[in-house]
Structures are given as structure tokens and as C-alpha cells.
């Protein structure tokens, strides 16, 4: 699992978050959106915190629009947790550490 962020695209969404082995967090995000940007350092923090735990992976929704149409992702930030190819958890808007936190930490 990886101690940093991870950015994914349509083309390997699937294998890196969806089929991918252990927890995932999928943050679904676009580059001018402040509160996604804002998000980012508190990203890069937990995927430290939890290297060995989870894999964190980011998808800009402009530039890869074919998964989030498949997701229903109508918001962002979007954060899915997948377990198992499976939607575990969701949360839907801004987030703290502390948000961020309780959201994977009954999947990890």
C-alpha cells in the first residue's frame, strides 16, 4: 500500500481502486474546486498515517469523466471507500482529518 496519494484515471481507476487488494479511499475531485484542493494536504497526511493500511487514490472527474458517470458522482469531493470491489462508505462534501479519519477507520 502506498504512503502517498495516488492519482488515477477512466483507464486505471478500476485495477487501482476498485479491484485493488485491501482498503481503497477514492476521492473523486476537480483541480479548481477550493474545498478539493483544500482536501489535499489532509489526503496526503492520512495516506502517511495509515501507509500500511489503506490505499488513497484521487480522480479529477474533468479529465477521467466516464467513472464518476458510472459512480453517480454528482458532488465533489466525493469520497468512496472500497472494500472488495464494493462501496464500504461515503462521505459527500468538504472534510477535516478528523472526517476523513472516521470514515476509513472502521475498513482498515
Same mark, same amino acid.
Given at each position: 500500500? @502506498?504512503?502517498?496519494?495516488?492519482? %488515477?484515471? /477512466?483507464?486505471? *481507476?478500476?485495477?487501482?481502486? %476498485?479491484?485493488a487488494?485491501?482498503?481503497?479511499?477514492?476521492?473523486?475531485?476537480?483541480?479548481?474546486? /477550493?474545498?478539493?484542493?483544500?482536501?489535499?494536504?489532509?489526503? $496526503?497526511?492520512? @495516506?502517511?498515517?495509515? $501507509?500500511?493500511?489503506?490505499?488513497i487514490?484521487?480522480? /479529477?472527474?474533468?479529465?477521467?469523466?466516464?467513472?464518476?458517470?458510472?459512480?453517480?458522482?454528482?458532488?465533489?469531493?466525493?469520497?468512496? %471507500? *472500497?472494500?472488495?470491489?464494493?462501496? $464500504? /462508505?461515503?462521505?459527500?462534501?468538504?472534510?477535516?482529518k478528523?472526517?476523513? %479519519?472516521?470514515?476509513?477507520?472502521?475498513?482498515?
Amino acid at each position: 500500500m @502506498a504512503s502517498t496519494v495516488v492519482d %488515477v484515471t /477512466d483507464a486505471d *481507476f478500476d485495477a487501482k481502486a %476498485v479491484k485493488a487488494s485491501g482498503t481503497v479511499l477514492a476521492v473523486f475531485r476537480a483541480e479548481w474546486s /477550493d474545498v478539493c484542493r483544500a482536501l489535499d494536504p489532509v489526503l $496526503a497526511d492520512v @495516506a502517511k498515517e495509515y $501507509a500500511n493500511r489503506i490505499t488513497i487514490c484521487r480522480l /479529477d472527474i474533468d479529465k477521467s469523466p466516464e467513472t464518476p458517470r458510472k459512480y453517480n458522482i454528482t458532488a465533489i469531493p466525493t469520497l468512496h %471507500v *472500497f472494500q472488495g470491489g464494493k462501496i $464500504a /462508505d461515503t462521505w459527500i462534501g468538504p472534510a477535516n482529518k478528523t472526517r476523513v %479519519v472516521n470514515l476509513i477507520s472502521p475498513h482498515t
